[in-house]
């Protein structure tokens, strides 16, 4: 089975990016062998921004493909996540 790979696109500024961590964190610890996570500081790294098309932290990437912006719930990143394993 492979991993689903989630981006998650924040910077040092926002307000609710924090949360947005915290939830994909959650998630993480409880499917550690479904997810690969990979934070992705848009002040730091503006190019991989672009690519995604993306305006607003957070933003949520799974497996190229924007999911969310904004902080999600837990439940709509799991099943996010579920529909794509």
């Avoid at 997810?35 to 799974?62: C, F, L, R, S």
């Avoid at 999600?72 to 996540?81: D, H, V, Y």
Wanted: charged content about 25%; aromatic content about 4%; some cysteine.
């Amino acid at each position: 089975m492979s991993k689903v790979k989630i981006e998650l696109f924040t910077s040092p500024m926002c307000p609710h990016c924090p949360a947005a961590k915290r939830v994909v964190e959650e998630v993480v610890s409880e499917m550690p062998n479904d997810v690969d996570v990979e934070y992705i500081n848009v002040m730091e790294n503006p190019q991989k921004a672009v690519e995604y098309g993306i305006m607003a932290v957070p933003t949520i990437v799974i497996n190229g493909d924007v999911e969310f912006i904004g902080a999600p719930t837990k439940e709509a990143l799991i099943e996010a996540i579920k529909r794509r394993l």
